[in-house]
């Protein structure tokens, strides 16, 4: 099955301890779209400028993505700008330069509607509901938000949630949206918002779903050698949806194993700028590092 | 089979958003014990002043604790004063006072010199070789430490890790221990000292252990009522090291199940203040809440 992706499609200049690049391919809608691709077939929706190199697009067409919904308008493409010290935990936004995202009105090509799936990453939870209402039928919505949304656009927010069926998001932000420190009573209150599955992204800390009383918690791959945490939220997002829209069993067992998938596509990103470790990967070291992960995790049971 | 542990023995004053004690029992030789007498019979080697008083040693007597190596001394028994956020990582430490423990040179009553299990608590590193020098045969032997230690007394430190089998620290410390901010290189360096496990305690984010070349990772139990973080790390060393002595099996596979259960004691720790919740738990809440792991980590493999 294919997947429909609304988000963005940047240029990003990131610094870290280990290196530095300027204007490389980013936006959340870029990594998110990469990380699927592995999985499932992806449309694209997002919009870039006037300055957006032919080799990008090549690029996208060769992880076949479908870009007939990448709009391009006069102007600039998104740019972001960020720094990270030597926790790799969050990083610093040096500037932000919106350009021709700032009136980005989000239209889905006719040959996108009937899509089943679909992300909504982190962009105005208005754009959000628009982009929900032109698809069709849609089996499993799930979306992305960030502290912008939730402190600025709190109600546009909580009626796009309404909508969806899985929300991802990081641990500072369940605690800001539901207003509770401790995770467990952040995500009962957000899950009564209406979505039936949260997924919490802790970074180098792993995950945690919350749904329907249960709870699943999944380690990050520890790597040693993490250079570019830029995008690793996406990429987790990029190959849990991917692994869904591939299998659309929407059963939990099938929802723990998609965040794995999740797990080992942001793994991946992590280990180079950009997009350069994800690119170019193949199915086999995919699931290589999936069973890495039953290794990582396995402990036996009491009757063993 | 029997297990000896030396530390501290104290009055604990504690501060967290959910409430306040004053001079309760506290200290790491405690929390561990009464953790692993679940598990194990536990000889506990420690020191008390004069005013310490009799029904705390009629507690520990009630867990079928050993306490003829607890010596008592003229003097007042080591006081800790800390307060916790409402994050509940890190206690802010407001006062201390080591009375007697500032003179303690632990001695092993002869009964305790054929002990095959021994953890060596957070104490002075020259304390922990002594002790280790009074056990006859110790076939496992592990020891916990802290950055007091690694800033002060570091040679003496790495002169007590090759006598180790199994180092138990958080992740602040074996960062600080090998100069190393990434874990995985940490860990690496850390085995090259000596011991051939190590296991990196991350409070509410869990435990890792790195092994030959191999990582385990295990969650912490996500609770929805944290009321005091203090002396976690003590009981998951006391529930990890009680059932490994229970055992006497030092495989890895084993090693792993020891993990959870230390998890499963720091997770029913910090469910009240001081030892409230551990002094009086049953071995059927213990095995239930091993099985909770299991289903809060499960996720099946590719074939399935």
Chains 1, 2 share one sequence.
Request: aromatic residues 12%; negative net charge.
């Amino acid at each position: 099955m294919s997947l429909v992706v609304v988000g963005s499609v940047a240029f990003d200049s990131v610094k870290t301890p280990f290196g530095a690049v300027d204007e490389v391919l980013g936006g959340s809608a870029t990594y998110f779209s990469t990380a699927a691709s592995y999985f499932t077939d992806v449309s694209l929706v997002a919009v870039i400028g006037t300055d957006f190199p032919e080799k990008h697009l090549t690029f996208l067409k060769s992880r076949k993505i479908d870009i007939d919904g990448l709009e391009r308008v006069q102007g600039r493409t998104f740019r972001w700008k960020g720094e990270y010290g030597y926790e790799l935990n969050e990083a610093k936004t040096l500037d932000t330069q919106l350009n021709v995202f700032q009136t980005f009105r989000p239209k889905l090509p006719e040959s996108y509607r009937d899509r089943k799936v679909v992300f909504l990453a982190n962009i105005d939870p208005d754009l959000q509901r628009e982009v929900l209402e032109q698809v069709k039928q849609p089996e499993l919505v799930a979306c992305d938000t960030m502290n912008f949304w939730i402190a600025g656009k709190r109600e546009s927010l909580i009626r796009t949630l309404k909508l969806v069926d899985i929300l991802l998001i990081n641990d500072g932000e369940a605690r800001e949206l539901s207003g509770e420190p401790n995770l467990v009573k952040a995500a009962r209150a957000i899950l009564s918002y209406g979505p039936g599955t949260l997924i919490i992204k802790r970074g180098e800390y792993g995950a945690l779903m919350f749904r329907e009383g249960r709870i699943f918690a999944a380690p990050a791959y520890p790597l040693e050698a993490v250079f570019d945490p830029t995008g690793a939220g996406d990429c987790f997002a990029g190959g849990f949806m991917g692994y869904l829209a591939n299998t659309m069993n929407f059963e939990e067992s099938n929802i723990r194993k998609a965040i794995i998938f999740g797990s080992v596509m942001a793994s991946f990103n992590v280990e180079a700028f950009s997009l350069d470790k994800i690119k170019s990967l193949d199915y086999g070291e995919i699931r290589g590092r999936y069973e890495e992960f039953r290794k990582l995790t396995h402990f036996e049971d009491l009757t063993s």
